[in-house]
Nanobody
Framework: QVQLVESGGGLVRPGGSLTLSCAAS????????MGWHRQAPGQQRELVAI???????KYADSVKGRFTISRDNVKNTVYLEMNNMKPEDTAVYYC???????????WGKGALVTVSS
């Protein structure tokens, strides 16, 4: 059974930094594309960053240069390092596989990130 558990959310001031973690079980993150999405209040869920099994990464224009996605194959964990954060980064952040596992896309329960002074 695949489980994705996000952690590391919280309150941060504008310009600050935060790192989210996504611990995976039942799936080997190095074999599948993994991504971070976010959903702000009243908004649709949007893709923030992805890392494919070859290690290449892609980012939404809104976070390019500020956010970095990475993974630790030993810990089977995907990270999202967020720097120079802005109030518009406030959202619930979700970890998920971007390539289906036996035809299924999985999501974690999300981590709330609030950027406010």
């Amino acid at each position: 059974q695949v489980q994705l558990v996000e952690s590391g959310g919280g309150l941060v001031r504008p310009g600050g930094s935060l790192t989210l973690s996504c611990a995976a079980s039942g799936i080997n993150v190095r074999n599948y594309g993994m991504g971070w999405h976010r959903q702000a209040p009243g908004q649709q869920r949007e893709l923030v960053a992805i890392i494919i099994n070859a290690g290449d990464t892609k980012y939404a224009d809104s976070v390019k240069g500020r956010f970095t996605i990475s993974r630790d194959n030993v810990k089977n964990t995907v990270y999202l390092e967020m720097n120079n954060m802005k109030p518009e980064d406030t959202a619930v952040y979700y970890c998920g596989n971007t390539q289906p596992v036996d035809g299924v896309y999985y999501w974690g329960k999300g981590a709330l990130v609030t950027v406010s002074s």
